[in-house]
């Protein structure tokens, strides 16, 4: 029997979403992988590529697809076919950037879609010039499991794969319709996409050398209480001190989905951070445009567009910054 459709899942937001960009599917050459995805503003061989968790779907960022195309970026969200390892899933995510067309790519993942990252950028730096991570982490070690479980994974019926997963839900959350909407989705996904990401999170795995600036990889952490053990956490943080960190006040294990508007804020600081600006945006404003954190020493602390920047929220050394608002971006305009 299907699940009840969640708030989100027939809100006019999201009904608009589903109307205006079309599903499209992405077929390797020579394979038998395809990637799901949907694909908004200008096209380039350029873009900001979000990538999902364990539990995830393309759908997810439905929010930051229409705010940030609406705002001239070209945006994709991307969703992988079964990979059995990261080596796999690695070659896999560079052919479908072939597919597309893209050269160059600012990633954004979420969970174990920012861990995936890190191993790409780690491979590929030509490719990547920036990484929004969000409740991401740089190993596995906490999720490792036996040979046996990990084979097991690969035949277990589709119903305990997704009790195994639903398990792993927050019992309680500050937006409940978010976690409503993540479950209904997993109705979306097949018994090897259920097996071979649980394989993806539980294979002993250490992001190696990411071989890309450090100053150009924003963490952006919600400050309320999510699956992730906070050890993860830290651990990103030492891997990364000369990282941004992005604080939101809630979020959750699905920010994307229950604080849409302030990731949308954030990712739009990031790539203006990092040179990605909308095509039709004049020379002189983008030579006007300073860094974040230049910003933040000189905006106003009042209004929509306020930065505070709190040195007593750095962790282990990384660089924090909490964006309140957003230079020249109203919140309503998200």
């Not at 979403?17 to 061989?45: C, D």
């Not at 609406?70 to 899933?89: D, L, N």
């Not at 294979?203 to 209480?225: C, F, Y």
């Not at 040195?311 to 909490?322: C, D, M, P, R, S």
């Amino acid at each position: 029997m299907a699940a009840e459709e969640s708030d989100i899942e027939s809100s006019p937001e999201y009904k608009k979403f589903r109307a205006s960009i079309s599903k499209k599917k992405a077929l390797l050459p020579n394979t038998h992988q395809q990637w799901v995805y949907f694909q908004a503003g200008p096209k380039s061989e350029v873009a900001i590529v979000c990538l999902h968790g364990t539990s995830g779907t393309a759908d997810m960022f439905f929010h930051q697809v229409m705010s940030l195309s609406a705002r001239g970026y070209h945006v994709i969200s991307a969703q992988f076919p079964p990979y059995w390892t990261h080596k796999a899933w690695i070659e896999g995510f560079a052919g479908f950037l072939r597919v597309m067309g893209l050269k160059q790519v600012h990633l954004f993942g979420v969970s174990l879609g920012g861990f995936l990252c890190l191993h790409f950028a780690a491979e590929h730096p030509e490719i990547v010039v920036s990484l929004a991570l969000c409740n991401a982490f740089c190993d596995t070690l906490p999720f490792v499991q036996s040979s046996w479980v990990l084979k097991s994974f690969g035949y277990l019926p589709e119903f305990f794969l997704k009790k195994y997963l639903l398990d792993s839900f927050p019992k309680e959350s500050v937006c409940p319709q978010a976690v409503d909407f993540a479950v209904g989705q997993l109705d979306q996904l097949s018994r090897e996409d259920l097996g071979s990401r649980l394989t993806l999170n539980c294979l002993k795995s250490r992001v190696g050398d990411v071989r890309v600036d450090p100053k150009s990889i924003t963490i952006i952490d919600a400050h309320d209480e999510i699956a992730l053990p906070d050890s993860m956490r830290e651990r990103l943080y030492r891997k990364f001190p000369e990282a941004k960190l992005a604080l939101i006040k809630d979020g959750g294990d699905f920010p994307m989905l229950s604080n849409p508007h302030e990731i949308s804020m954030h990712l739009q600081v990031h790539l203006r951070a990092n040179g990605y600006f909308p095509p039709d945006m004049s020379e002189q404003a983008r030579r006007e445009e300073k860094t974040p954190e230049d910003r933040a020493w000189n905006a106003p602390l009042d209004g929509a567009a306020a930065i505070q920047v709190d040195h007593a929220i750095a962790v282990q050394g990384a660089a924090a910054v909490n964006i309140v608002g957003c230079f020249e971006i109203e919140q309503d305009e998200l």
